[in-house]
């Protein structure tokens, strides 16, 4: 099974924190990423995104300093959702601000006190 995400980042955070080596994180990362195609849509994204990177860094197309900036946002960016009971969700990104957040109410919330947000 894949590794989750979060373990993901996790591993990765020990290699540009300096904890790890680049190839101890790459042989993890080979050992829990191979079988990618089972994981789920933001898993699939996350390890393909960090196999380019990996791949460039191996084909001298980075230096590992550039390595390192490429894949800092897989460590920083994160995607998620939101939903309070089924009523109130709100699809959400770290690189987003809060006015670009869309909401979706269900039928006979009382949307008032959102309608003093300002965008």
């Known amino acids: 099974m894949v ?3 979060k373990e993901f980042r ?14 101890a994180f790459e042989d993890w990362f080979v050992q829990n990423s191979w079988n990618a195609k089972d994981a789920d849509p933001e898993e699939r994204r996350w390890i393909h995104g960090v ?4 791949s460039e860094f191996s084909s001298h197309h980075l230096s590992e300093n550039q390595l390192r900036k490429e894949l800092r946002p897989y460590v920083t ?6 939903s309070l009971d089924g009523v109130l969700q709100a ?4 690189d987003i601000k809060w006015s670009q957040v869309v909401l979706q109410i269900g039928e006979g919330v009382d949307t008032s006190p959102l309608a003093s947000v300002k965008k």
């Open 3 to 5: 590794a989750a995400v």
């Open 77 to 82: 960016h994160y995607l998620g959702q939101i």
């Open 91 to 94: 699809k959400m990104d770290s």
């Open 51 to 54: 196999e380019l990177c990996l």
């Open 10 to 23: 996790e591993k990765l955070a020990d290699y540009l924190t300096g904890k790890i080596a680049l190839d």
